[in-house]
C-alpha cells in the first residue's frame, strides 16, 4: 500500500513542469488595458469595499490571471453567492471591467450546531445574532450563546475600516466559556472536570498591502476551577487571572480560503502570559507555513507545517499543547497525545473531480440563499508530527504518521465536508468523517 502511495505521488510530479509553464503564460496572456471597473449587484455593499480588495485599477493592462485573482478575492470577502466578470470592448483594445456580485443575506438570526476539535461527540448548538456587513461596510458584528459542548457566550465585532489609520483594523472579543479539562498527563488531573473561562480580547492592526498584516492585541483572560482541583491553576486559589499581550504577522495569498488550489499561506503570533506575576509568566509562539503548488490544471500538490513552541518556567495544564484536539493526525485521529511544544507536517494531492461550479435553486425565493456552489476533489494526504516537553530533547524519533486517501466535497458557505480514509504506522486503519478542508 506504502509503495503504491509513493508511485501514485511520483507519477504526477514528473508531467508537470512544462504544463504549468504553458497555463502560466495563458493566464498572464494579455486582453487589453482597463478603461473603467463597473461593479453591479452590489445593494448593500459599499464600492470601495471591493476596490479595495483587488489589484485591477484603471489604465492598468488586464490578464485572464488577474481576472481570476479579483473573482476569489472577492468572494474571499464572505460576502457574496457569487463572483462574475465580464468585459465591455471599447475602441485601442480598451475594456470596461464589469464586475457582478450576488449578495448574501447578511442579517439574520441564525442557528448554530457544530463539532469541536473535528469529533462527532462534541456536539454543541444554539443561536446567535449575526450581521456580517454591518453598515454594508464589511463589518462583523455577532451575539451567540451555545449549549451542548462547552458551552459558552460570546460578543464579536469587527472592522477592517479603521480612518485613524490607514489601512487600519480593529477587533473586539468579549466571552465566556465553560471549558472541559483537557490534559491527559498531569497525574492529578486524570478526572474530568470543568475550566470556567472569562475572556476579553482587543486587536488593533494594519494591513501593509492586500496580501499582508500586523497586528498588536492586548487581553485579559480569567479562570477558575473548583477547589478540589486547584493544582490545575497557577495559583492555589484555584483562580488565575492572566493578562494577555501579543503580536502577530500574516502573509496571504492563497486563491480560496474554503479549498485552496493556489497560493502560499504564512502566520506568527506571540503570545506573552502574566504580567508583574512571579507565578504567571509564560509565552506562546505560533507558526503555520502552507504552500499550494498547481501541477497540472485540476491538480494541487499541498503542503503545511505547524509548529507551537512555549517559554516559561511553568506551562499550566490548561496552555499545554497537543495533538487530537483542534490539531490531528490523520491515522492517529481520535488519539490524544500531550506536551509543552508541538509540530506538525501534512502533504495533500488535491484533484478536482467536479471542479467548484455555481448553481441557481430556482424553488428558493430569496435570491440571497438560491445561489449553490458545488464542487468534488479527491485527495491523497499523508500527515507526521510529535509533542514533547521543554524538559526533554527534541528528536525526530517516534512521530505519530498517517497517510491516506479521501473525498472532498465543496459546499455552499464556505463548507466542506470531508470523508477520508487513513492508515497510521502501524497499519491501523480508520475512517474520518469532517467539516472544513484540512488545511
Known amino acids: 500500500m506504502r509503495t503504491f502511495f509513493i508511485l501514485i505521488l511520483i507519477f504526477f510530479l514528473f508531467p508537470t513542469l512544462s504544463f504549468s509553464k504553458q497555463e502560466i503564460n495563458q493566464n498572464q496572456a494579455t486582453i487589453g488595458v482597463v478603461d473603467s471597473i463597473i461593479i453591479i449587484g452590489n445593494n448593500k455593499t459599499k464600492a470601495f469595499v471591493l476596490l479595495q480588495e483587488i489589484k ?85 458584528t455577532f451575539l451567540f ?17 479603521l480612518k485613524i489609520i490607514k489601512g487600519g483594523f480593529l477587533e473586539f472579543t468579549l466571552s465566556l466559556l465553560k471549558a472541559e479539562n483537557r490534559s491527559i498527563n498531569v497525574p492529578y488531573l486524570t478526572k474530568n472536570f470543568n475550566i470556567v473561562n472569562y475572556n476579553t480580547h482587543l486587536t488593533l492592526g494594519k494591513r501593509l498591502n492586500l496580501h499582508q498584516d500586523i497586528w498588536i ?18 495559583n492555589p486559589s484555584g483562580i488565575d487571572n492572566l493578562p494577555i499581550f501579543g503580536i502577530g504577522y500574516k502573509y496571504d495569498t492563497r486563491d480560496l480560503n474554503d479549498f485552496t488550489m493556489r497560493g502560499t499561506f504564512f502566520s506568527y503570533q506571540l503570545n506573552k502570559y502574566g504580567l508583574f506575576q512571579e507565578n504567571i509568566n509564560y509565552a506562546k509562539n505560533y507558526f503555520d507555513f502552507r504552500r499550494y503548488i498547481p501541477l497540472l490544471k485540476k491538480i494541487t500538490f499541498a503542503f503545511r507545517n505547524y509548529l507551537v513552541l512555549s517559554h516559561g518556567k511553568k506551562i499550566p495544564s490548561y496552555s499545554l ?44 425565493p ?25 524538559k526533554e530533547q527534541f528528536k525526530w524519533t517516534n512521530l505519530k504518521k498517517g497517510y491516506g486517501i479521501g473525498v472532498n466535497f465543496i459546499l455552499p458557505y464556505h463548507l466542506v465536508f470531508r470523508i477520508e480514509y487513513a492508515f497510521n504506522e502501524y497499519n491501523k486503519k480508520e475512517f474520518i468523517f469532517d467539516l472544513y478542508s484540512s488545511f
Open 321 to 364: 499543547s497537543h495533538l487530537g484536539y483542534s490539531e490531528k493526525i490523520r491515522g492517529h485521529f481520535t488519539e490524544i497525545f500531550e506536551g509543552e511544544n508541538v509540530l506538525t507536517a501534512s502533504s495533500e494531492f488535491r484533484i478536482f473531480v467536479i471542479e467548484p461550479k455555481y448553481f441557481n435553486i430556482e424553488f428558493i
Open 217 to 234: 492585541n492586548i487581553g485579559y483572560q480569567l479562570l477558575k476551577v473548583d477547589k478540589e482541583f486547584s493544582r490545575a491553576t497557577l
Open 145 to 161: 450563546g451555545t449549549l451542548g459542548y462547552e458551552p459558552s457566550l460570546q460578543l464579536f465585532y469587527r472592522t477592517p475600516n
Open 366 to 390: 430569496l435570491p440571497e440563499f438560491s445561489t449553490w456552489k458545488f464542487g468534488i476533489a479527491a485527495v491523497l494526504f499523508g500527515d507526521a508530527g510529535k509533542v514533547w516537553y521543554n
Open 56 to 140: 485591477i485599477t484603471t489604465g492598468d493592462t488586464l490578464t485572464q490571471a488577474l481576472i481570476e485573482d479579483t473573482k476569489n478575492r472577492l468572494y474571499n470577502l464572505q460576502l457574496f453567492n457569487s463572483v462574475d466578470i465580464f468585459t465591455y470592448p471599447k475602441e485601442n483594445k480598451h475594456y470596461d471591467v464589469i464586475i457582478q456580485v450576488s449578495e448574501r443575506w447578511f442579517i439574520y438570526p441564525i442557528p448554530i450546531f457544530g463539532i469541536k476539535d473535528h469529533n462527532w461527540k462534541k456536539l454543541y448548538f444554539g443561536l446567535g445574532l449575526l450581521n456580517t456587513n454591518f453598515r454594508g461596510m464589511n463589518e462583523k
